[in-house]
């Protein structure tokens, strides 16, 4: 197999390093296919490559991108659509994942998505993904070298992916103060085991908009994707009290995963 370019040993390494996954349909294919450029080491590389050489990119090196996109592609890539920030160098990759392998498609397509932490160029900080197509153009045979195109791509955050927005924090003394009803928020405090996840959510359907709050005992702290499961009974006994029996169709907007505080001598560490 012919590589576009000798690749660069940290984000290469940083790459081959993540667990690559598939849908399991896509998963199913792959198998099927054997050793051919739709099979799962030859899609497993592809998706590879391609992820390497935008994480190249971002770093300062944008050969390996621009040797197999097109250049539309390439560019919104490292320029999200419709946004003032680009990724700052120095993203970690978390996750990839095939989504899609269309073998039938004029020409057949392969879908990959990423995950990543990393700053914005304005400095913020926060978990971003990345979506790919990977189209055959070139021959399937391999005789023409490399034969995957990149041809469309683009990154966000992971918000903006979800449609929801997260913030985790520590609660404040005075938050403390006023949730205990007592001077507790005033002497030494510090992060119990217990969190208050509240979440702001909307029907669209019967334009209903409301809240829920519940609160979890986890250690260690529940992830993103926990802590949603976590709030979607209280979503609906939410739902319920204000609309009655129904077939509802909540969405999450938001949720808020606050690490409550206790007294110092409350034996929490």
Request: hydrophobic share 45%; net charge negative; with cysteine.
């Amino acid at each position: 197999m012919l590589w576009p370019r000798e690749l660069v040993v940290n984000e290469s390494e940083m790459v081959a390093a993540v667990e690559l996954d598939a849908y399991p349909a896509v998963a199913a294919a792959m198998t099927a296919a054997g050793d051919g450029w739709f099979g799962t080491d030859r899609a497993g590389q592809a998706a590879r490559l391609a992820v390497t050489a935008w994480a190249m990119a971002v770093n300062g090196d944008d050969s390996t991108l621009t040797s197999i996109a097109d250049p539309d592609a390439a560019h919104w890539l490292i320029h999200p659509v419709r946004k003032d920030w680009v990724v700052a160098a120095g993203p970690v990759v978390t996750e990839i994942k095939i989504w899609q392998l269309e073998v039938d498609a004029d020409p057949p397509e392969l879908g990959v998505k990423w995950q990543f932490t990393g700053r914005r160029s304005s400095g913020e900080e926060g978990e971003f993904v990345g979506m790919l197509a990977l189209a055959l153009v070139g021959s399937a045979d391999g005789s023409q070298g490399w034969p995957w195109r990149l041809t469309s791509g683009h990154v966000s955050t992971l918000d903006d992916y979800l449609g929801w927005t997260f913030v985790s924090r520590f609660e404040t003394a005075e938050e403390c103060r006023r949730r205990t009803g007592s001077s507790a928020g005033t002497g030494v405090l510090v992060p119990t085991d217990t969190y208050l996840l509240d979440a702001g959510f909307f029907d669209h359907d019967v334009k209903f908009g409301s809240s829920a709050q519940a609160e979890v005992s986890s250690d260690p702290a529940p992830t993103r994707y926990e802590a949603e499961e976590l709030i979607w009974p209280a979503i609906w006994a939410q739902v319920q009290r204000a609309l009655g029996e129904g077939d509802w169709r909540p969405s999450l907007g938001s949720l808020h995963m606050i690490r409550l505080l206790g007294p110092a001598d409350s034996g929490q560490d």
